[in-house]
T-cell receptor, first 117, second 112 residues
Framework: DTEVTQTPKHLVMGMTNKKSLKCEQH?????MYWYKQKAKKPPELMFV???????INESVPSRFSPECPNSSLLNLHLHALQPEDSALYLC????????????????FGPGTRLTVT | GDSVTQMEGPVTLSEEAFLTINCTYT??????LFWYVQYPGEGLQLLLK?????DKGSNKGFEATYRKETTSFHLEKGSVQVSDSAVYFC???????????FGRGTSLIVHP
């Protein structure tokens, strides 16, 4: 199974709402990522989890709160978002390579299309 | 810092035409190189990769060769199909960091 799943596929939320995005993988990958992607742009890294611990936070506003409950699941909690946060949110996973002499490709989910009204 | 430069799109071709999408990079260390493809409404998928100089990655008729002397990893396909219409991202990762550096992406439009 080389699939990363994400739910929901689409989400519309108001600026005062609280919602969560979910991501799941069963490839045994110990690195998991959240990206934000605007139209016609490359993905921008938001967070990286390594062995269920947050290892990288790319100066993301606190209205985005990641969580990694176990090695297969990754959540992104959303609260008080702004219209400019509307984007495609991508989850990815990979083998953990930090400290090793190798690099590994990432496996991406289909994304959640978020619209903030 | 590390960077990836891709040709600006869109690239518009007729079906069965030859495709080249240029990609050059700068990196500290000895990177692995990747091409990802993103079809409309989907996430990114790994298309091919190469981990050392002169390696050729290939998949679905696409090829790219890791050229250290020219710091390039150009994507080619001999005969494109309408179904190849997508955005193609060149990326690199350096050993010890699992975070890729992406190029800007190149949109490919193939007409029947």
């Amino acid at each position: 199974d080389t699939e990363v799943t994400q739910t929901p596929k689409h989400l519309v939320m108001g600026m005062t709402n609280k919602k969560s995005l979910k991501c799941e993988q069963h490839m045994g990958h110990r690195a998991m990522y959240w990206y934000k992607q605007k139209a016609k742009k490359p993905p921008e890294l938001m967070f990286v989890y390594s062995y269920e611990k947050l290892s990288i936070n790319e100066s993301v506003p606190s209205r985005f709160s990641p969580e990694c409950p176990n090695s297969s699941l990754l959540n992104l909690h959303l609260h008080a978002l702004q219209p400019e946060d509307s984007a495609l949110y991508l989850c990815a996973s990979s083998q953990e390579s930090l400290g090793q002499g190798q690099t590994y490709e990432q496996y991406f989910g289909p994304g959640t299309r978020l619209t903030v009204t | 810092g590390d960077s990836v430069t891709q040709m600006e799109g869109p690239v518009t071709l007729s079906e069965e035409a030859f495709l080249t999408i240029n990609c050059t990079y700068t990196a500290t260390g000895y990177p692995s190189l990747f091409w990802y493809v993103q079809y409309p409404g989907e996430g990114l998928q790994l298309l091919l990769k190469a981990t050392k100089a002169d390696d050729k990655g290939s998949n679905k008729g696409f090829e790219a060769t890791y050229r250290k002397e020219t710091t390039s990893f150009h994507l080619e396909k001999g005969s494109v199909q309408v179904s190849d219409s997508a955005v193609y991202f060149c990326a690199l990762s350096v050993p010890g960091s699992y975070i890729p550096t992406f190029g800007r992406g190149t949109s490919l439009i193939v007409h029947p």
